[in-house]
């Protein structure tokens, strides 16, 4: 499916699941808890906060290589929404991507996702796990 037909199908609207694409076009489902959306929230108030002319945005659809990826919680320049304005899902990341780390998170599925959000164009990653310690990687 292509994911203009997967946001705009009746069926897939209003559910309780972040929604991605794999490669194949395939729809992957992915449930999450409150405590996970409300640390999302917690984290996009503090980039709001502190970004000066910069935005945050929660739930951001990214094209990878391995289809449309779906971070947690983005922070992008002014620059950066300009040159992407209305795309869905953006064909490049926002130079910081935060994904909030749960108990079903395996670290090679992180590094692999993150990898594919470096190859778009993310500077650095955060990664708060539920104890508020935080991994973080800059491009190399």
């Known amino acids: 499916m292509e994911w203009r037909e997967v946001v705009e199908h009746p069926s897939l609207k209003d559910l309780p699941f972040k929604i991605e694409t794999n490669a194949e076009g395939y729809i992957m489902m992915v449930a999450a808890k409150n ?8 984290i996009n108030a503090w980039f709001e906060h502190h970004g000066q002319e910069n935005r945050a945005m929660q739930e951001c ?10 971070a947690d919680v983005v922070w992008g320049s ?3 929404f300009k040159r992407n304005r209305d795309s869905d899902p953006y064909q490049e990341s926002p130079e910081v ?17 993150m990898s594919l959000y470096f190859d778009r164009g993310a500077n650095e990653d955060f990664y708060p796990l539920s104890t508020l310690r935080s991994t973080h990687t800059k491009k190399h």
């Open 35 to 42: 405590r996970h959306r409300l640390y999302q929230a917690r």
């Open 61 to 70: 659809n990214i094209e990878t290589s391995d289809g449309v990826k779906v």
């Open 78 to 80: 002014v620059e950066f």
């Open 97 to 113: 991507v935060v994904e909030v780390i749960s108990p079903s998170n395996s670290e090679n599925a992180r590094k692999r996702k």
